[in-house]
């Protein structure tokens, strides 16, 4: 009986020990994510003094991070304040090690799916954010600036953070600072460092935008190219579709589109076994692309497409299925009901396109693309008329 007794009790705890564990780490995510935006900002205009609440605040939420510690180490420099320990206790933890592996991480081609994969091994702290572009720049600015005497370890730890191989006796490195009551901060960064910041191939402000996905609506033409007397003529399409990351050399894009056929004709289609002539409302298209930047400057954007999706277009004929109700095997009594089933003539849609994009702002885009379309409509076997396969497109897209 006492077994069974602390049995209980050890799940009890146990449980109550994952959900206090679970909440804890959706505290310290929420915190991350709350702070992520007030640091860059602080840490672009040079305000470091306040950082500390914010820093004080994650530490409260998670305990030690390797974000907080290396923040607390680069205020401490910039200070001119002795660093000594907070180095110290960044190496006791293992930071260093955790900031070679996120700086490694980040060169992955896939660094968002190793992000989304596991958020607690980076301290919810996104892999490529723009504080590491910060910090890194102004442990870079520190290295080179004539105005610091700094220590073999503050040399050591500011060429990790600057992601650079660690260099000993670098000039005027050689000396420990000891206590310093100077709280200069630095605004003259050198105009290599300046240069650097401002050509990064991964600027700050495009930095999370390329990262993305996108949701683009279009609208166009779409109609025959070529053939006489074709069923379809030139028609308004509109379309709705998701873009995957632009920081990606391959894009994926899926979606939906439709054409409103108001130039077009009758034809013929296999109604149980009686020939009905017919008139398409609308056509639909539903599929993807797999598309591969040819061109990217971040302002301008091109992009070659291959579209394979399912071509269906209307026959205006529909019927109501009725279903009666029914008891299952477990005696419950499932009821019937109706619904409308629409005919349509189905067919594979194949196409190639090409899309060039112009950046509004940010993650924001408007482009135009043109396309060629090959629907093999005869592969419905209820079609009766020989309805023209190839067709060209024109549409506008807003990429937001």
């Given amino acids: 009986m006492n077994r ?9 705890i146990s449980l109550i020990s994952n959900f206090t564990y679970c909440a804890a780490q959706e505290t310290c995510e929420s915190t991350i994510k709350n702070s992520l935006e007030a640091i860059t900002k602080l840490l672009n205009t040079n305000q470091y003094a306040q950082l500390t609440p914010i820093v004080a605040q994650i530490e409260q939420s998670c305990g030690p991070t390797e974000l907080g510690q290396r923040i607390k180490i680069i205020n401490l420099i910039i200070a001119q304040q002795q660093s ?11 930071f260093d090690e955790q900031l070679i592996i996120r700086f490694r991480d980040a ?9 989304e994969s596991n958020k607690q091994q ?15 720049t102004r442990s870079k600015a520190l290295l080179q600036s004539q105005s610091y005497v ?30 310093n009551n100077s709280q200069t901060i630095i605004k003259d960064h050198t105009e290599n460092t300046i240069k650097e910041e401002q050509e990064d191939p991964i600027a700050i402000a495009d930095y999370y935008n390329k990262s993305r996905i996108g949701f683009l609506p279009y609208i166009g033409v779409y109609g025959p190219l070529g053939g006489s007397n074709t069923t379809f003529g030139p028609n308004m399409s509109l379309g709705f579709s998701i873009m995957s990351s632009l920081a990606k050399s391959f894009i994926f894009e899926g979606g939906f589109k439709v054409r409103i056929n108001s130039n077009d004709k009758n034809f013929d289609y296999n109604y149980y076994g009686t020939t009905e002539s017919v008139n398409a409302d609308f056509g639909l298209f539903f599929g993807g692309a ?12 091109v992009i070659p497409k291959l579209n394979l999706g399912i071509d269906m277009v209307d026959t205006g004929i529909s019927e109501d299925i009725y279903t009666d109700g029914y008891y299952d095997s477990f005696g419950d009594y499932i009821y019937g009901g109706n619904s409308k089933k629409l005919y349509t003539v189905n067919t ?6 090409i899309a060039g994009m112009r950046q509004l702002k940010g993650k924001n885009y408007i482009g135009l693309e043109a396309g060629y379309h090959y629907t093999p409509y005869q592969w419905d076997s209820k079609l009766m008329s020989n309805i023209y396969n190839h067709y060209g497109s024109v549409e506008l897209f807003f990429r937001f």
């Avoid at 073999?152 to 990790?160: P, R």
């Avoid at 040819?294 to 954007?301: E, H, R, V």
């Fill in 290 to 301: 797999l598309g591969y930047k040819i061109y990217d400057n971040t302002k301008f954007i």
């Fill in 84 to 94: 000594s320990n907070s180095i110290e206790k960044y190496i006791e933890n293992g």
């Fill in 348 to 353: 594979m849609h194949l196409g190639l396109s």
């Fill in 107 to 115: 060169e992955r081609e896939d660094y968002i799916y190793q992000y």
């Fill in 150 to 179: 700094l220590s073999e370890a503050e040399v050591d730890i500011l060429n990790l953070f600057s992601n650079n191989e660690l260099l000993k006796n670098q000039q005027g490195a050689i000396q420990d600072t000891g206590q």
């Fill in 122 to 136: 980076y301290n919810y702290f996104p892999l490529r954010h723009p504080i590491d572009l910060l910090i890194k």
């Fill in 4 to 12: 069974y007794i602390f049995v209980i009790l050890f799940s009890i």
